[in-house]
């Protein structure tokens, strides 16, 4: 995937969610009687700016995309020619100016729910919830489920795809909660699987908590299916047919774990055990060296053998009516915001790492990874930073939405303003607090870069 195809990505989906997000702060201001001034998409030197009526509002896309603000007309802010008074933000109730400050990260929890109503109606490919082997030791494996298992409910909940499974773990992982796992195995047969979470240590939270418990989605057995003519398996003698079993001595169950075992091995030598027909044998080979994304990974131009008709059972596509769709889209935004809420919180009293914290890199990363498997996933990445973007500004931080809102709470309790001095602590209290959070995201960012 290249940089400039991660880059427009990112630019696109950031560019819609700050348009989103002004436009509710823009439209809610004209409905209340307010003028506004400039509706700008990023910050910094005007790249290009219209009005498109004498008194109208100024439009303006900026040189740094990396947020937005609409400019309304304010007494604080400069002279107000007495005629337009009325249109003044600071002239208008507490009420209304709750409703205009509120409407932004509304706006972004709109978009997702009518992101995923489109999604829910048109239909979501995914895979079936069956499990890989769990690893060993493992919560999944000492609770008795195998491969082949078919998650059928969580908790009493119904889980129709592989994504529905995951959210309901990782919210009950999230609980500490005993987690009932209805399932039916690869003969058929229906079983109920108990998993006690309330001692799952939620600091490696930052991998995968579900692959932690052992419960990974089905894969492919490790088994070749073609190598590149003149490649490195080629070379090292591997042929269609063989099946790995171990690399440098560890247990190969899946392709996907091969392929983990030999990216992570460039310009190193390994040792591979196989079998065939012919039986066991031993090789050796040296992953070539390859650039990724900013890292350098092993390869070996080697595929899998895939059975069509077995990977066609195991993905579906889940369809609802109109209004089942918005009802769900509904539940989907409002327990993600809840989830996100929560991790704050974990994240406030030490349950859950900082290094979860993610910056714009991660963030163009992601937008990347998911235009680059299709719109379905796409679509779905949009709605989960809408949503996340919905509930950072709604933080009672100041500088933040969250943080008006605080004051105009402060001002509907003690029937007066908030004091200019208290706002002007407030403000560098909440830079400081931004501040912070920056460094962290950019840190973890980077540092997830340069480690792979």
Request: net charge neutral.
């Amino acid at each position: 995937m290249s940089l400039l195809f991660t880059l427009a990505a990112f630019v696109i989906a950031l560019g819609i969610l700050i348009v989103i997000h002004e436009y509710g702060h823009y439209l809610a201001a004209r409905l209340c009687g307010v003028k506004v001034l400039r509706f700008s998409m990023g910050f910094g030197r005007p790249l290009f700016a219209k009005r498109f009526s004498p008194d109208g509002t100024e439009w303006v896309l900026a040189a740094l995309p990396l947020g937005g603000y609409v400019k309304m007309l304010d007494e604080r802010e400069g002279p107000v020619p007495s005629q337009e008074l009325e249109l003044a933000f600071n002239r208008k109730s507490v009420w209304r100016r709750f409703s205009i400050v509120v409407a932004g990260p509304a706006a972004n929890f709109l978009l997702a729910i009518a992101l995923y109503w489109a999604l829910f109606m048109v239909g979501v490919p995914d895979a079936k919830p069956v499990i890989a082997t769990p690893s060993a030791d493992s919560i999944a494996a000492k609770a008795g489920l195998e491969r082949g298992d078919v998650l059928v409910r969580i908790n009493g909940e119904a889980v129709q795809s592989w994504q529905d499974a995951r959210w309901r773990l990782l919210q009950l992982t999230v609980d500490h909660a005993i987690v009932i796992a209805d399932i039916t195995d690869r003969g058929g047969r229906a079983w109920s699987k108990s998993m006690d979470l309330r001692q799952f240590d939620l600091e490696g939270l930052e991998g995968d908590p579900v692959a932690r418990l052992g419960i990974r989605l089905y894969r492919p057995d490790a088994v070749v299916g073609g190598v590149l003519p003149g490649g490195v398996a080629e070379r090292a003698g591997l042929h269609a047919g063989d099946r790995v079993l171990e690399v440098d001595g560890r247990a190969i169950n899946t392709w996907d774990e091969f392929v983990i075992a030999i990216r992570s091995r460039p310009g190193e030598t390994v040792q591979l055990r196989i079998t065939n027909n012919a039986g066991e044998s031993h090789m050796s080979l040296t992953p070539e060296p390859t650039p990724e994304r900013g890292r350098t990974i092993g390869r070996i131009g080697a595929e899998p053998l895939v059975n069509a008709e077995e990977m066609k059972n195991l993905f579906t596509t889940v369809r609802h009516g109109p209004g089942d769709a918005l009802g769900l889209a509904l539940a989907k935004t409002w327990e993600t915001s809840i989830f996100s809420l929560r991790m704050i919180g974990r994240m406030i009293t030490g349950d859950v790492s900082w290094r979860n914290i993610s910056g714009p890199v991660t963030i163009a990363d992601y937008a990347g990874q998911s235009a680059q498997a299709g719109w379905v996933s796409y679509l779905v990445f949009l709605a989960i930073v809408s949503i996340s973007l919905g509930v950072l500004n709604l933080l009672p931080v100041p500088l933040l939405d969250g943080g008006h809102l605080m004051y105009y709470v402060a001002e509907i309790v003690i029937g007066r303003p908030v004091s200019e001095n208290a706002m002007e602590i407030g403000q560098r209290l909440g830079l400081a607090v931004l501040l912070v959070l920056m460094a962290f995201a950019l840190y973890n960012d980077f540092n997830r870069l340069f480690s792979g």
